[in-house]
Structures are given as C-alpha cells and as structure tokens.
Nanobody
Framework: QVQLVESGGGLVQAGGSLRLSCAAS????????MGWYRQAPGKQRELVAD???????NYADSVKGRFTISRDNAKNTVTLQMNSLKPEDTAVYYC??????????????WGQGTQVTVSS
C-alpha cells in the first residue's frame, strides 16, 4: 500500500557531500514524522535525523552542523543533505515514515536502503 524509494547514495571522499532523497507513494492519507536511519556493518541501526509534519527537526549529535533534513509535504518526499562527510558516516541509510493510509491505518514504513561510503 505504501512504498518508500531512496536515491542519492554513493561513494565520496572525506569532506565531500551527498544528497539523499526519499519519495513515498501509495495509499497515503497523510504522513507524520519522516526520518533517516543508518546501519554500519556489525552495528545497530541508529537515528540520524527526523522531521515532523510541522517541520520540527531532530538530529543525532554526531551529525549536527553537517547534515540537514527537509521535506516537501506536497510531494511526500524527505531529503538529507550531508556535508563534510567523514569515514564514520559510512553505512546503509534507510528512509522511514509514519504513514496514515487512506484506509485510516497508521503504520511505520521503511525504504530499501541506500549505501553511503566515505573514503579517507
């Protein structure tokens, strides 16, 4: 009923930038919080940043000042602008959204993940 599609991952040198995008589609009535999570090999998944429907934002301490999350409610998209990337940012990044469908059920949905690799 709902699909999240991510794009923008890739390989970049330390200090470089990447822009991740996620588009939600399907039987959407509205979307509350949208966010980005990441998981490195051998580590647990962690919250990177999220943003509410009213555009309030929250960031992990490790990315504050470097990453910026934004959303376009009309397009049901969320974007993560990543600047000054560090090798420790290397991970699979996952888009997440709390979606109320047109059938009036609210569930959390995940994208398939996109690889971000930062070389030193």
């Amino acid at each position: 009923q709902v699909q999240l599609v991510e794009s923008g991952g890739g390989l970049v040198q330390a200090g470089g930038s990447l822009r991740l995008s996620c588009a939600a589609s399907g039987s959407i009535f509205n979307i509350n919080t949208m966010g980005w999570y990441r998981q490195a090999p051998g580590k647990q998944r962690e919250l990177v940043a999220d943003i509410t429907s009213s555009s309030s934002t929250n960031y992990a301490d490790s990315v504050k000042g470097r990453f910026t999350i934004s959303r376009d409610n009309a397009k049901n998209t969320v974007t993560l602008q990543m600047n000054s990337l560090k090798p420790e940012d290397t991970a699979v990044y996952y888009c997440n959204a709390d979606v109320r469908t047109i059938f009036l059920r609210t569930s959390s949905y995940w994208g398939q993940g996109t690889q971000v690799t930062v070389s030193s």
